[in-house]
């Protein structure tokens, strides 16, 4: 049973990172171990493609990584785009003027050919420090957007009482034309609207094509909601201890917490020998 994975899958955030964001020793160790025993391993996060690569290359990741959630795939190591997908303009738009008239602060991301920063409207810049704590780390105050194509992503952020009211109607009126990504954090709401039929699963799908493999040779290991479609369709999807619970009751195998190095145990436990545990 141990050796029967061939692609090992894993989230950045609460997964592989520690919560200071550090990469522990053992879960590197264990990784570097894989790879050596002839299993690929992979990245796939909803960070921007700046913050992944610098992973990716540290642990001499060779095939390519998934990021913005499945609506990029790249290659690590030229740093080249092999996949992208964005939002329709249309529907992009559509959103955007909603959150504007319901006064939603939201950021968006054009795509690595224009420019791959988070673009904040200034007239929601008091809420900045709230996307840097909970969205992303760089965040450029812009007077006004003037899309010209597909954007990658429109990343909502608000308190509990201001998208829970909405998220039902949301999925009902887009979900045909775009994936919403809902994350909860400390009586905030994140929405991540991104294209349609992406996923990290299909951003996954994308790399197995090209090492002809299928997801029965799969070992994902994530922690949060974006991550639930991988788990479910992998041969054996693990879900971090500190994942919330319908991720956990969804997944094969529960590991121990991003704190307690439970990538390493995962890895462990299912694709090395037992000598090397």
Same mark, same amino acid.
Not at 24 to 45: D, E, F, M, N, Y
Not at 190 to 217: H, P
């Given at each position: 049973?141990?050796?029967?994975?061939?692609?090992?899958?894993?989230?950045?955030?609460?997964?592989?990172?520690?919560?200071?964001?550090?990469?522990?020793?053992?879960?590197?160790?264990?990784?570097?171990?894989?790879?050596?025993?002839?299993?690929?391993?992979?990245?796939?996060?909803?960070?921007?493609?700046?913050?992944?690569?610098?992973?990716?290359?540290?642990?001499?990741?060779?095939?390519?990584?998934?990021?913005?959630?499945?609506?990029?795939?790249?290659?690590?190591?030229?740093?080249?785009?092999? *996949?992208?997908?964005?939002?329709?303009?249309?529907?992009?738009?559509?959103?955007?003027?909603?959150?504007?008239?319901?006064?939603?602060?939201?950021?968006?991301?054009?795509?690595?050919?224009?420019?791959?920063?988070?673009?904040?409207?200034?007239?929601?810049?008091?809420?900045?420090?709230?996307?840097?704590?909970?969205?992303?780390?760089?965040?450029?105050?812009?007077?006004?957007?003037?899309?010209?194509?597909?954007?990658?992503?429109?990343?909502?952020?608000?308190?509990?009482?201001?998208?829970?009211?909405?998220?039902?109607?949301?999925?009902?009126?887009?979900? *045909?034309?775009?994936?919403?990504?809902?994350?909860?954090?400390?009586?905030?709401?994140? @929405?991540?609207?991104?294209?349609?039929?992406?996923?990290?699963?299909?951003?996954?799908?994308?790399?197995?094509?090209?090492?002809?493999?299928?997801?029965?040779?799969?070992?994902?290991?994530?922690?949060?909601?974006?991550?639930?479609?991988?788990?479910?369709?992998?041969?054996?999807?693990?879900?971090?201890?500190?994942?919330?619970?319908?991720?956990?009751?969804?997944?094969?195998?529960?590991?121990?917490?991003?704190?307690?190095?439970? @990538?390493?145990?995962?890895?462990?436990?299912?694709?090395?020998?037992?000598?090397?545990?």
């Amino acid at each position: 049973m141990q050796m029967q994975y061939q692609l090992a899958v894993l989230d950045l955030d609460g997964t592989m990172l520690s919560t200071d964001g550090e990469l522990p020793v053992t879960v590197r160790r264990s990784i570097a171990a894989v790879k050596a025993g002839g299993i690929k391993v992979t990245l796939a996060t909803g960070r921007r493609i700046c913050r992944t690569l610098p992973w990716a290359r540290t642990l001499e990741i060779d095939i390519p990584v998934v990021a913005h959630n499945g609506a990029v795939v790249v290659n690590p190591e030229s740093g080249a785009v092999v *996949s992208k997908q964005g939002i329709s303009l249309s529907v992009a738009n559509q959103v955007i003027d909603e959150l504007l008239h319901l006064n939603i602060p939201f950021l968006v991301y054009r795509g690595e050919d224009q420019g791959e920063m988070g673009l904040l409207l200034e007239q929601f810049s008091q809420h900045r420090t709230e996307f840097l704590t909970f969205i992303d780390d760089q965040v450029e105050l812009v007077s006004k957007l003037d899309l010209k194509s597909n954007p990658i992503k429109i990343a909502v952020l608000g308190q509990d009482y201001q998208l829970n009211p909405l998220l039902d109607d949301w999925q009902e009126r887009y979900g *045909s034309a775009a994936n919403l990504i809902v994350y909860r954090s400390d009586n905030y709401i994140g @929405v991540d609207f991104i294209c349609r039929d992406c996923s990290k699963k299909s951003g996954v799908e994308y790399i197995l094509k090209q090492l002809d493999l299928d997801f029965s040779r799969v070992l994902a290991i994530g922690d949060d909601y974006n991550d639930l479609a991988l788990i479910e369709a992998a041969g054996l999807g693990a879900a971090m201890g500190n994942a919330p619970v319908p991720v956990k009751q969804a997944a094969d195998y529960i590991a121990p917490t991003n704190d307690e190095d439970g @990538v390493a145990h995962v890895l462990q436990q299912f694709c090395l020998p037992r000598e090397m545990e």
